[in-house]
C-alpha cells in the first residue's frame, strides 16, 4: 500500500467521529499496526509489516532520516500523491505526517525495548528498534531541525479545522531541555491504553465518585499508593513524585482529566461483573420554603451511560429501603435519608448499582444553590467548589473539627467584605444537626485551604450546560444550552466571537445570576468561541447552533430485521424488513384485501366532512430531535427525553422514568417513526413515508418517520393547493408521558377518476419527495413476512438449554391469568412456559417440553404456549371491529408494528371479559384491525 493509505487506515482508528471530545493518544505497537494492515488486506501478518516498512521508507525521500521525512512531508502541504505503480491519485484525510509521528512513539510501546524515560537516551535506543525493523533512524533535534511543528500541525487539525469531533489531541509543550522535542513523543505513551482500562478499578478501590474533585495532590498520593496495582514502573512512579518534573505533571493532569470524565462504571471488562457507582449528595430546600426548618436529605447522582433500573433501590441500614427514581439529568428525587456525618455507601444488590458520599477527613460540607447543576433554584446541593462570585453558599461545619482549626477559620473570615458573611442561628433556623455550626457567605476571595476535599477555582473556565447536542460541539437551536464561567468573581462579561470576527453579548439569567444567556436572535450555522471580555479566557473549541445535521440517511445504513423480528444481514436472510420496506414478499396477494384501504365509491365533497383537529399543532418536539440527529444513541435518547419530559409531566400513573422511556422507544418503532437496536446502542430515524391506512371513504395517508417544523409547514402549503386536509390527532391520553408524536393524516376525497382522492395525495406526495405506494403496503409487507408458529418451533426447538439450576427464581406462565406467576411455584416440566428472574434487570424465558428446556423470546413463546393449549384469547370488538390483543401478551415485532399502522395511533388499553375465565382484563385495541387482513394473519399466531 502507499504510505497515504497507510496513513487513511491509522487515521481513521485513532480518529474518528465515534472518540469526539474524547483525548487521543497516538501509542500503536507493531502488532496493533499489523492487525489494522490485516483487515484491509489479504496479507500475511509478515508481509503486512514489510508493506508498513516499505511505505514509512518511501515518504519523504528513500534514505532520509525520520525527522527529515517529517519536516519535508509537512513543508511540501500536499495532502495528495500519485501511486508510483499503478498512477492512481491517493489522497490522505488526516494530516500526512500522523503515521510518520506514530513511528517515532512506536520504540516506546514495545515491552521488551527496556529504557529509561530521559531526552538524552531516547535516539540512541530508538535507532536500535529503527535499525532492527529496517525503519529509518532518527536524528538528534535542535532549533534548526525538529518534528515539533508536525505535531502542532496535527493538534491543531484535531482541534480548530476537525473542532473536536474526531478527538482531542493536544500536542503537549515541554519548557526543559530535556523534554523539549522528545517529550512529544514520550507523552504518547507514559500511559498505556491497559492502564486506563484499570482507572475505573482504582477509582472504586478508592472509594472515589464521579464528579469528585481531586487536586492534583490528591491525584499524586492514589497513583503512588496503588502504583504497583496499575503496573506502573518504577520510573513512571518517580515521575509522579516529583511535583516540578513536567512528564510527571502530564501524567498526574491525565489521570485527573480521566477521574473528572469518569461515568462510574467500575469494571470496563465485563458488563456482570462490574458496578456502576454515583454519588450521594446532601441536600435541602430553602428554608423560605419550609417554614425556616433545615430537612438534610440526599440526591444521587449518576454519569453512566446508562438509564436508572427500574424499581431501584438502596439498601440503608436501619430502615426500609429507599426508592431512588431519576428526575432530570442524572440526578434522582430527594431521598428521605437521615443526615449520618460518617457518610454512607448504599447498594443495590439486584442492579449492582452502588450510592457513596465523598470520603472526607473533615467534617465539613458546602452547599450551593441547585440551579448550577441543573435542580431547581430552590434546592441547595453539596459541593466541592467554592465559588468566587455573587451566589449564596452554606457551609455546614463540625464544632469539634472548628474548634482545632478556630486559628485558620477566623483568618478566612477576614477576607469577607462586611455583610458578606454570618453564621446562621438555631434561632433563625431549625433543624441545623447537633454539634454543627451552619454558616451563609458569598464572594468568596480564598479557599479554605486546610480542607484537601473543598477546592476553589485558580483558573477561570467557560462551561456550556444543558441544551441538546447534535453532535460534537454543536447544539440543537431549539434547545439551546447556558453558560457558566467556573472560577467567576461574578463580574465578568461574557461575549461569543462569530468566525466572521463579529460579537454578541450574552446577558445573566437573573436572578440566578451565574448562569448566561444566549439571545434569541443568536445566528444559526455559524461557528463561534466563548471569550471572557478584556480577559485571556475563552473556550479551546468553537461551538454551532444548528436545526439539523447533515449526515447521510441512506436506507442500506438501516438494520435489517429477519421473519422472526431478528437482526440480520441481507446476504443471510431471503427476507427481510429494513425502513418500512419488506424484501421477499408477494405483494401480488394483497389485492383482495385493498378494498380496506381504498373503498371504491366515489363522493363528490371538496373537503372532508369528518375532518378533526385540522389547525392543531402537532407535539412533535421528540421526533424532531431524532430527526435532527438522523442517527442517536440509547443516551441521548434518554437525555433528550427527560427534556421535553421535564416541560410535559402529566401526573404519576406508577411508572419510572426508565419504563417510560422504553415504552416510548418501543411505541415510536411500532409507529414507523424510528428503528432501535438495544444491543449496537443505536437509534435511527425512518426517512419521511406516507402510508395508506383503511378508509370507509376516500383515501387516508399516515405522515411517519422524519419529521421538522419545515417539513410540516411544507405539507400544510402543498396539501391545501391540491384540496388534501390534514389531521392531526392525539394518542389515547394514557400515552400522555410517552411523548409520541402526534399521529398526521392525510385526508382526500374526490370523485372517480380522481381514484377517490388518491391522486390528490399522490401530487402531495411528489412535491415533497416522499414516498407514496398503495402497491406496497407495509401492514401486508409486515405481515407477510412474518413467521408462524411451526416456523419458530423449528427454530427454537433445534438448540436445547438446560435451564434447571435456575428453580429457585421460576415464575411459570399460568392461563388463567395469561401472564407469569406472581411468586416462586413448581411446574410440569413435560410442558410449561417459565420466566427466571435472575436479578431484576436478568429475567429469561424458558420453555419446557418433554423434560428439555429451550431458551425462548417472550412474545413468540407466549402465543406458541398458548397455540398448544389450544386457547385463542384475542377478540374483534362486534361495534368498532377493533382488535383486541391482552395488554400481558404484546405481539411480536411485525405484529405490533401492523397492527399499529392500520390506525396511526397506539392502542388504547380498555377492560373486556376474558371468554375463558370471565374475568375482566386488559386489552390493547388496535383500531381498524379486526378487518380480514389481520384475521387472515392471526393465525400465524394460532389466534
Known sequence: ??????????????????????????????????????????????????????????????????????????????????DPVTRKLIKSNYPPCLTLLVTSVLPLTEETFDFSINGNNYHDRANKFFAQHSLPYVQRQDKRMNWNKAWENLSDWALRIKQGEMGIFDSKNFASNYYIYVGKAFSQCLIQPRLFQQLPKLFEKAELIPDQILSSSVIKELLIKYGNELALSDKT??????????????????????????????????????????????????????????????????????????????????QEEVSCQEVTDGWSNEMFIPFNQDGYSLSSPANRWKARTVKRSHRVWLFTRGN???????????????????????????????????????????????????????????????????????????????????????DKRIELVGGLKLSYGVYYALELPKVTIIGETGQEKLQALLENERTINLHRHEPENTVFCFPNDFPLDVRFQLQIVDEAVKTTISYCFAESITLSTDKDDLPCWNKMGELCKKNNADKYEQGLLTTGVEYAYQESYLWNFLPGYAVSASKPAYLINSSDKPFDELLNYLSARKESSIQQFSTAFELFSSKRFHGDDGLSTGQYKRRSLEMMRALGHIEYDDVHNKIWINSSRLIPLPARRGRRALLTGFRSNELIALLREVADQFNVSISVENHPSRYQNYLLPSAIILIADGPAESLCGQKAIEQVAAQLNIPYDISNLPQFGLLSLSASLSEYELQILATPEDATLMSYCAYPFKIETL????????????????????????????????????????????????????????????QTGDLLIPFSLPLPQHFARAFTLMSGKAPDVIRRTDIHSSKSIKYNRYEHSGNLLANNFLTRLGQ
Request: net charge neutral; no cysteine.
Open 372 to 458: 448550577s447543576v441543573g435542580l431547581n433554584g430552590n434546592t441547595w446541593i453539596e459541593t466541592d467548589v467554592i465559588a468566587r462570585n455573587q451566589s449564596e453558599m452554606y457551609l455546614l461545619y463540625d464544632r469539634a473539627h472548628l474548634s482545632k482549626d478556630k486559628v485558620k477559620f477566623e483568618l478566612w473570615k477576614k477576607h469577607f467584605s462586611e455583610g458578606l458573611f454570618k453564621e446562621v442561628t438555631e434561632r433563625e433556623l431549625d433543624g441545623i444537626p447537633h454539634g454543627y455550626s451552619l454558616f451563609k457567605f458569598s464572594r468568596a476571595s480564598q479557599p479554605l485551604s486546610w480542607l484537601s476535599h473543598l477546592t476553589f477555582p485558580i
Open 237 to 318: 512512579k518517580e515521575l509522579i513524585s516529583i511535583d516540578k518534573d513536567e512528564l510527571g505533571q502530564f501524567i498526574r493532569g491525565t489521570i485527573q482529566q480521566n477521574q473528572e470524565n469518569w461515568n462510574g462504571e467500575s469494571n470496563l471488562d465485563s458488563a456482570t461483573s462490574g458496578w456502576t457507582i454515583g454519588g450521594l449528595r446532601l441536600t435541602f430546600k430553602d428554608p423560605q420554603h419550609t417554614n425556616f426548618i433545615l430537612k438534610l436529605n440526599y440526591r444521587f447522582k449518576s454519569k453512566a451511560n446508562l438509564d436508572y433500573p427500574e424499581s431501584l433501590r438502596f439498601e440503608v441500614p436501619g
Open 819 to 878: 401472564n407469569f406467576s406472581g411468586e416462586v411455584s413448581t411446574f410440569d416440566p413435560e410442558f410449561a412456559l417459565v420466566e427466571y428472574k435472575l436479578k431484576k434487570w436478568d429475567r429469561r424465558v424458558y420453555l419446557w417440553k418433554e423434560g428439555q428446556s429451550y431458551r425462548v423470546d417472550r412474545r413468540w413463546s407466549s402465543y406458541y404456549y398458548l397455540h398448544k393449549l389450544n386457547r385463542h384469547v384475542v377478540q374483534v370488538d362486534a
Open 1 to 82: 500500500m502507499h504510505y497515504y493509505e497507510w496513513n487513511n487506515i491509522i487515521g481513521n482508528y485513532l480518529f474518528n467521529r465515534n472518540k469526539a471530545g474524547l483525548p487521543i493518544y497516538i501509542a500503536l505497537n507493531k502488532d496493533q499496526i499489523i492487525n489494522l494492515g490485516i483487515q484491509n488486506t489479504d496479507l500475511s501478518r509478515n508481509e503486512v509489516w514489510q508493506d508498513f516498512v516499505r511505505a514509512i521508507q518511501s515518504q519523504g525521500g528513500r534514505n532520509s532520516s525520520l525527522i527529515e521525512k517529517i519536516e519535508t512531508t509537512l513543508g511540501s502541504g500536499s495532502w495528495e500523491s500519485r
